[in-house]
């Protein structure tokens, strides 16, 4: 039985790190967030500058009265020791935080709530780089060709949200805010950051699917081919390697043999 225990956890192992799944999924819903963001930063700038912390704050505060509420519902018994009341408190004075700071916009016209958003967002996009990466070498580590497309999206993605998070875009002579121009221009180049960091998560995705179908090709290829006969066992020793040894007869007493407890 423990060898059939290790045998099927040997093949589900073999299966998993043969054929990805879980990076296909999580790279499409960053793809998908991406591609939602580049079009609010795109076509609806001045709504991002002007209402997005209130959004975003309004979204946490939310969440912090849902945990407050969910609290008192509770039974005091269930509920004891538990941190819903607490963690609803620090969420919500945080989604107040963030409300009241989108109230009070910077010497550029930009608040602080959507340079943190931006920075956020571009901390998002770095960590999906390093993701890629993972990926990237996982492809590698399997022997597929095409893995040094994978490296190169993945720095490319990690690239890109570096320089958003930093606010590098201000070194290339846009700055949020200095001017009804410039803020355009740089809303243009997050849109377009995000834009791309979604075609590098699509081709990663594309190269992780390719190389599932060469792996569930190669799979069936193997379970198609014709067995060699098994050879037949030899057999096995007498009781195995840890059985118990039969006892010795014991042979009776001759008569030669003097007795122990005799006396001469």
Sequence with gaps: MARKTTETDNGQSAKKSGILTNPIRNLTVTATLCVILSVA??????FVRDYSGYVIGGLICAIGFAYTVIYFLRKPVSGIYRTEFAAGLVILAAGV???IASLRPDATGISITLRLIVTALGILMAVDGVLKLQYTLDLARMRFDAWWLGLFTSLLGLALGILTAAGLVDDFGVRLGVGDGNFL????ILGVAFIVNA????????????????????AATAAAAPTSPAEPAAPAAPGGYYAPTAPAPVSAPSADTPDPGSRS
Excluded at 41 to 46: G, H, M, N, Q, T
Excluded at 185 to 188: E, K, N
Aim: no cysteine.
């Design 185 to 188: 221009s740089a809303m243009l």
């Design 41 to 46: 930063f795109l076509a609806f700038p001045y």
């Design 199 to 218: 075609v590098l998560d699509v081709i990663t995705v594309t190269l992780i699917a390719v190389r599932n179908h060469i792996a569930a090709k190669e």
């Design 97 to 99: 935080y963030v409300i």
